[in-house]
Every structure is written in C-alpha cells, then in structure tokens.
C-alpha cells in the first residue's frame, strides 16, 4: 500500500468525485453521521462485510447470526465494521442453473470492493457458486481479504439411519423411480434431508469449495468443515473479522500474493484427495484465471496419477461433514499429504503452509475418516480428465463415485439433442436402451440456453432402475452435483452449443471410455463426421438482453473456468 493510500484509508478512501475532494470528505462523513456513526468511529479503518444472506439461501440461513459475530472481531481489533450486500446465488432456487450468475456475483462483489470506502474485506460465503464467485472477485480487486464460510448442515434421521443433502437425497430419488420407496415415504424423506442451516452435508461442491479456500490460504486453518450450527463457526467469524483489521495496509498478504501457481497445485492435491466435486474443476480454473495462472487438464491427469483419495465422505464414501470435522478436517488432510505439497506458501493467517502443519492437531485424527497414505479409500486421485475425438480439450470423470468396471467401456450411444428430449423420452418403456449402452446427452455446455447445468447426472431409464441397474456410463457437456456419483463423463469441451464433436454424435454411434488411457472417442469415421458437421443446422437466433447477452458474448468453455473472455 502506498503512502496515498495510507492517507485515503477509513471513510476518506475512494471518495466520490464532485470535482471538489474536500467537499466530497465532507458530504460523505455528513451522511455517514445520519447513521449514528460518531467521529471516533468515522477515524477506525473500515472492514467491509459481503453478506450474501437472502430469503432465497437457504445455506445461508444463519448469516445474521454470523456477521454479528464478524463485526465483533472487527470492533475488538480497532476496526470499523460495515456491513453491504451483495449477489446471493442459492442453489436450487434459481434458473437456468446457479453457475450462469457466477460470474454475476463475482462482479457485483469485486465492484463494491473497490467502489466502496474499504480498507479490507470479509467474504461471507457458503453456498455452491458463491465461495468462487467471491473468491474470483477478492482476486480481481486485490484488496486484503478473508473468506468465511457457511459450514455444513447437521445430519438428519429415517428409519435409524442418518440423512444428508444431497447424496441421501438423490438415493432416496433413484429408489422411488425404481419403485423402492413409495410416494408417502419419499415425502417423509423430504422433510429430514436438510433440517439445519449450513451448506450440503457431504462432499459435495460447497465443502469442497471450503476446503480449497482454506487450503489456498484464503480463510483461517481448521475452518472448512465447523458445522453451521456449532459455536466455533461463530468463533471463527469472529477470529476472521479481527484478522481482516490486521491485513489492513499489507504489501505482501494480499489475494494476489497468496493465491498462486503453487498454492493452486495444493488446491489441486486437497480437491483429488478429498474427492472433492467435479464442479471444483471449473471454479479452480476459474480463481486460476484470474491470479493468472493457467490450468492444464493434463497436468491434473499427473497430480491425480500421484494422489490418493484419503477422505472417506459421501458420496465415495460412508460419512459426512460433520465427521470429518470432528475427525481432524484439512489440517489432517494436508498434514497427510505433507511431502506433496509446496509448503512455503503464505496464508492470510500470516504463517506459511509449513507453519500450519508443523502446528499439533486439537484432536487425534479418526482414521476411519481421514485414512492414511498407507491405507487409502482409493490409491487414485478422485477426478480425472480425458481426452479424445470426442473431448479434444478434455472433460472429467469422477472416478471415485463410479462402478470401476464402467471405466473401461465401449457402448452404443442412445442421444438426447436437449434436457427437454431427455425429460420427453428417458422414461418411455418403448426406449431403445440397454444397461450397456452409453446415454448422452447434448446442447447443456455454458452456451447453450441450459447454461451448463447439473444435468450431467443422467437419471437411468426407468425401466432399467426397475430391473436393478444401478449406473451407467453418461455423457454430457453439462455439471454434475458434488453430491452425486456414477461413471458420469462431464464437461466435454468444446460443447455441442458451439459445434464441438458431442454435437455430431447419433443414436447407434460407438463410444470408448478409457479411464485408464485417459482417452473418449467417438468410434465414426471421420469422413463421415465431417459430413455430419456440414449439416449440422444454424442454431436459432435469441433476443437476449442485459446480463443474459453478456453473458453469451463472453463466457468461455469449461476447460477456461466458465468465466467471461473479458477478465
């Protein structure tokens, strides 16, 4: 921070121009005292607050509760809390899908910060797109910033058995379209899945996205995976507010400086080690992006080949958040993968990756959770990306949630051109499909009007859930929930929307997956494809307007993070 800086620090910062500085100081701390605000106050450097509390969150359901507690660690630092809002995007309650207003919250976020008297910044986040989308716009606007997250639901109870969004809630869905659980018990079910404040009870994309904010070094050690309902997340709110007074004038512990190529790569490790959420991919290339660091699908391939899964949580698993809490959360993670990680690093509690890990645990580590190198979940990585005729720049499978003799497989390929073709045909009992074959589904990449979707998680016909099948290979250019699992191909880029090879494939065409060569194609000769490709029909023209236009004319592929060009 320079000198001018310095000066223009608190409630003088950014003044709004009237051509008259003096007097713009001056109406700004008038209208600032309508507020109750007192001289000593107005004198306090200023923490800024983004809080994405809305009646349409539900993961952020406690945020009242939260920035109360961060505005006491501001005050107890000597800062001047204050509180603004910004975008809130919560998962299910928005359309198309939450990622296309990613990008949305990422710029709202990023322009009140620098638009806005703010010396330093606390994110309060949680829910799927909103830690990216915060994380992305503190990168952009490169002031001093500490993310808070939500933390994860409590579990519920059915029938002696634990409950928790969203894994629990699609296996229960699978079952009563398989005709397991009747329409009685299914809303029974419903009201037990989500009873708690806080984000998704498993490793789905919002803990995931936790996790590698604390990895990263952008939020406190050992604050990923505090329920939403237990008082550290409190304390820890508060812990973050005091922290964010302290970064205040930093020339060295900015995003910037703590959001690098090598403190990404340890993102990469924690996300394969966790088996974290395919929809991590995205969001890390994304935050890559904009601390200019480019993402090779190819070198995720390497790390992956070179990191075992060691978390055992739903949906690889049989656990979830609140045990993997209790049982050591990342501090144990990276602790295990010490010798993989860059460690001379900084974080924004001022100490260095190796600091942190050199650190005792507050509890023994549970190693039903968190498994040792010796004695891995999975001696892979949990994700994947492959390549071929069909994804010339990649997509991604999760590995770790698949039947593994789905990774190897060739099949007949039954297409669906749209969601609306596959919510049409799917359950037809006349569906020319069998448990071999290899369901694919078009036109749902960030283009298209679905705008990248979790659609990927393809439901099986219903005709074959009624005969036991349980997975199947599915391919798409769309997301998958973080909750979900199958042999799920995803991502494919470049999409169908801008004529990418998934475009050209036809009912009956052969597909080969190769996890292990690392290889998708499509079995067509490409003659043939070629021909396919000079038919293929102009999409049809869209009166867009505002963000929805924007957002055509700038969004990237997946392999680009699904951000705009124009950043």
């Known amino acids: 921070m320079t000198n001018d800086d310095n000066k223009r620090r608190g409630i003088a ?136 997250v939500a933390g994860p639901m409590s579990t519920g109870r059915h029938k002696g058995e634990r409950l928790g969004a ?24 419903e009201g037990r899945l989500a009873t708690t404040a806080g984000t ?22 050992n604050s990923a995976a505090i329920p939403a309902v237990h008082a550290d997340r409190l304390r820890n709110a508060e812990e973050s507010g005091k922290r964010a007074v302290e970064l205040i004038g930093t020339a060295t512990l900015r995003p910037r400086d703590i959001v690098t190529e090598k403190s990404i790569e340890n993102a990469w490790r924690v996300l394969l080690a966790i088996s974290g959420s395919t929809n991590a991919v995205i969001h890390l290339t994304a935050i890559a992006r904009r601390a200019g660091v480019r993402v090779d699908l190819n070198r995720l391939n390497r790390l992956s080949d070179e990191t075992p899964v060691l978390v055992n949580l739903k949906p690889v698993g049989d656990n979830y958040m609140e045990d993997f809490h209790a ?37 023994q580590v549970n190693r039903t959770i968190i498994r040792p190198r010796t004695e891995p979940v999975d001696p892979d990585g949990g994700l994947v990306a492959v390549f071929g005729t069909l994804a010339p720049r990649g ?21 669906f051109s749209s969601l609306e073709d596959l919510s049409k045909r799917i359950d037809d009992p006349d569906l020319d499909v069998t448990a071999d074959d ?23 016909p219903r005709k074959l859930a009624k005969a036991g099948v349980k997975d199947m290979v599915r391919i798409s250019d769309a997301r998958m929930s973080g909750t979900a699992y199958g042999a799920i191909v995803l991502h494919v880029a470049p999409e169908a929307a801008v004529g990418g090879p998934l475009a050209l494939v036809k009912n009956g065409d052969r597909i080969k997956l190769s996890v292990a060569q690392r290889k998708l194609d499509l079995l067509v000769d490409p003659a043939e494809l070629e021909k396919r490709r000079k038919a293929l029909p102009q999409p049809p023209k869209m009166e867009r307007r505002g963000y929805d236009k924007l957002y055509d004319a700038h969004v990237l592929q997946a392999d680009e993070g699904v951000d705009f060009d124009i950043f």
């Open 438 to 460: 290899i369901l694919v589904l078009q036109n749902a990449g960030p283009r298209s009007a679905a705008a990248m979707p979790e659609a990927g998680y393809l439901p099986i």
């Open 166 to 189: 969203c894994t629990d809630c699609r296996r229960f869905w699978a079952r009563y379209r398989a005709g397991d659980v009747d329409a009685a018990e299914i809303e029974t079910v």
């Open 200 to 221: 998704c009870a498993v490793m789905g994309t919002a803990s995931t996205m936790a996790c590698i904010s604390e990895t990263l070094g952008m939020s406190l050690p």
């Open 13 to 148: 910062g950014g003044l709004t121009n009237y051509g008259d500085p003096e007097f713009a100081a001056y109406l700004r701390r008038s209208f600032a005292r309508s507020m109750g605000y007192s001289s000593e106050a107005l004198a306090r450097p200023i923490v800024g607050i983004a809080n994405t509390y809305s009646g349409f969150n539900n993961c952020h359901r406690h945020f009242p509760e939260l920035v109360e507690a961060t505005k006491r660690g501001v005050l107890m630092a000597g800062g001047l809390p204050v509180e603004f809002p910004t975008t809130s995007l919560g998962e299910v309650f928005l359309n198309p899908t939450s990622l296309k207003f990613r990008n949305l919250m990422a710029m709202d976020t990023e322009e009140m910060i620098r638009a806005q008297p703010i010396d330093a910044v606390v994110l309060l986040g949680g829910c799927d797109k909103t830690v990216p989308a915060q994380l992305m716009a503190a990168l952009s606007a490169n002031v001093p910033a500490v993310q808070v």
């Open 395 to 415: 997509a991604i499978v999760k590995r770790a949630a698949a039947d593994k003799k789905l990774l190897e497989h060739e099949g007949r390929a039954v297409v």
């Open 327 to 363: 049982g050591g959360g990342v501090p144990a993670v990276l602790k295990e993968i010490r010798d993989l990680l860059h460690l001379d690093v900084p974080t924004v509690s001022g100490k260095t990756l190796r600091e942190l890990i050199a650190a005792p645990l507050a509890d």
